[in-house]
């Protein structure tokens, strides 16, 4: 008999969402999972499947029974010849990114941290950078879902198509994925180049910068012109060199303590903003290191993020209208950096890159010291200019739209909730961000 835990508090990794489930279970094997669902619908609860709590949203919160994936980890499956690798859902990419090294094998492109589930990187379009690389679900090739009335449904492009197309980005509410298979390549090393720029200079060289660079991204420091161009590319070297003109760590140590000063003399940040620019990001730096520890970067502190994707060709218009509210508004102010990154369009029905190739671009308010920050006004300010440029929010992170905005900016919205429908008809799988979002 399966045994759920009361009295478990929830809390994202930013401790900005939590919640009280009423019984929390960690299950080892799908027979569990099997008896959690079936308990659930004898007393009529709901259920929410979370993996690594990463979530700055309340999307895997719930009050009713909390499934965490932790133990269900494993790598199942290696195919050698097709470079495929199918695991169990909740095993961590950073446990799976080591792993696939012993295969000689690596995942394309990861986002900024791996201590995220596989099923959760997935459920929310987790994405990182380069335009010839779709969102991460693109990686995904098969996955596996037990349905609300208990029914395992493999899917692929070759079974259950549809399904399989929703489910790359389920939300979390089509069932619980319980296997993954995902493409991967040969394991490979990264070069990664940092170089000072401004924000005209990248803005008028966009093509180019990202015909240049693989992987390019680049950090832009609000309440100036300052900009740090991030190359990161394929190279053949086999051993991992870094090369760091500061001690980053004493820096943001540093960076917190401003940040929160700040937060009485707000008129600062401007100047923290230019004063770390000047710091940390005026020298050209370059790291060699296998792929995934140059994807990887340490998100030092918690904060507040919204990370909405726009269609490529708006990246300049949507940039110097934020530049130009912040400096028509100076008592808004905004914490560096914007990290603009881009991505390639694919055909997942909830992707923000749903057929378009997409600029993502992720503003930030730091907590120094669990402090919030106030932030209304520079994201009414963003929001608005994203919704005006045809934005989609990352599912991820903190948005407040509804389905009257998806419906007009999905094509494929009601075709997700008609399956969502089909799969979950009493809504077992659903929670307060959800209905939210579906209704
Ligand atoms: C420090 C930090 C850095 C980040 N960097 C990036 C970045 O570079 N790019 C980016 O796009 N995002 C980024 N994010 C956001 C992050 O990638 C997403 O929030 C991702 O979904 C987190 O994965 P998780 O395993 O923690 O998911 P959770 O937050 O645990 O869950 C996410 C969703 O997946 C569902 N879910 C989880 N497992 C299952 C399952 N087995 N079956 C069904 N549903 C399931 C949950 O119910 C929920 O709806 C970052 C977040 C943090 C905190």
Redesign the pocket.
Known sequence: QVHGHGGVQFQ???KTYGCSPELYFQPTSVEEIKEILELARQRNKRV?????????SD??CTDGFMIQ?GKMNKILKVDKEKKQVTVE??ILLSDLNVELTKYGLALANL???SE??A???I??????TGIKHGILPTQVVALTLLTAAGEILECSEGSHADIFQAARV???CL???LTITFQCVPEFYLQETTFPSTLKEVLDNLDSHLQRSEYFRFLWFPHSENVSVIYQDHTMALMGWALWFWDYAIGYYLLEFLLWVSTFLPFLVPWINRGFFWLLFTSKGEKVDLSYKVFNYE?RFKQHVQ?WAIPIEKTKDALLELKAALESSPKVVAHYPVEVRFAQADSILLSPCFQRDSCYMNIIMYRPYGKDVPRLDYWLAYEGIMKKFGGRP?W??AHACTRRDFEKIYPGFPKFCSIREKLDPTGMFLNTYLEKVLY
């Open positions: 994202n990794w930013a929410k499947v979370v993996g690594g709590g990463h979530s700055p999307i895997a994936m859902a909740g986002g900024a941290v995220v589930a099923a959760g990187v459920g929310t379009g987790t994405h990182n389920h939300l979390g069932g619980v994925v998100c990370d990352h991820a992170k």
